[in-house]
C-alpha cells in the first residue's frame, strides 16, 4: 500500500531503526521523569497550606525537572553519535577534563547555589522578612538560588552571596512574632 515509500532504513537492526527507538525512548523517559518530579514535590509540599512552599516545591521541581533534561539528551546524544559510528570515549575523556577543570573554578557558584537551595527549602527566610547577617540589618528583597538582597538601613541594598552567610539571625520568626 505505501510501496512507494521506502522506509527500509527503519527495518529491525538498521542504524535508522536503532535511531527511532533511541528517540522514542528519549521521549517517554523525559515524560516519565517530568511526572515522577513533579508527584514527588506536590506530595512533599501538599500538607503545606502556605502559597510560598508550594511556589518554591514548583521552583525546585522545575529546577531538578531542567537538570534531569539536561542529562538525559546529553546520554542521548552520546548513544546517537555511537550508533552513527563515531567513537565517543575521548568525547568523555574530554567532557571529564573539561568538567573537572569548570568543577574547580566554580567552586564558589556552586557552594553559593547550594546553599541557595538550602535555604529556599529549610524557609530558613523569605521575602520581607527583616533579618540579621553579619553587620548588615534589614528587610529581605530578594531571595534566588545565588544570593539574597538585604535593605539595610545605612547601608542601602546589600547583595549577599548564599554561600557567603555563615549564620544569620531572623528577627521576623524571633520572639514574641
Known amino acids: 500500500m505505501l510501496d512507494y515509500l521506502n522506509l527500509s532504513f527503519l527495518e529491525k537492526g ?49 529546577l531538578l525537572n531542567t537538570v534531569g533534561n539536561i542529562v538525559l539528551l546529553g546520554v542521548v546524544v552520546l548513544l546517537f553519535l555511537e550508533l552513527l559510528g563515531i567513537d565517543i570515549r575521548p568525547l568523555l575523556a574530554g567532557a571529564g577534563i573539561i568538567g573537572l577543570a569548570v568543577g574547580f573554578g566554580s567552586q564558589t557558584l556552586i557552594k553559593d547555589f547550594v546553599s541557595g537551595i538550602f535555604i529556599i527549602l529549610e524557609n530558613q527566610y523569605n521575602v520581607g522578612d527583616v533579618v540579621k547577617v553579619g553587620t548588615y540589618i534589614g528587610k529581605v528583597k530578594k531571595i534566588s538560588f545565588r544570593s539574597t538582597v538585604i535593605e539595610d538601613e545605612k547601608e542601602g541594598l546589600v547583595y549577599i552571596s548564599n554561600g557567603s552567610i555563615g549564620s544569620i539571625a531572623n528577627v521576623s520568626q524571633g520572639k514574641g512574632k
Open 14 to 62: 538498521t542504524t535508522g531503526y536503532q535511531l527511532l527507538v533511541l528517540l522514542i525512548l528519549l521521549i517517554v523517559l523525559k515524560f516519565f521523569f517530568k511526572a515522577v518530579v513533579y508527584r514527588l514535590f506536590s506530595f512533599i509540599f501538599k500538607s503545606s497550606s502556605k502559597l510560598a512552599a508550594k511556589t518554591k516545591g514548583r521552583t525546585v521541581a522545575l
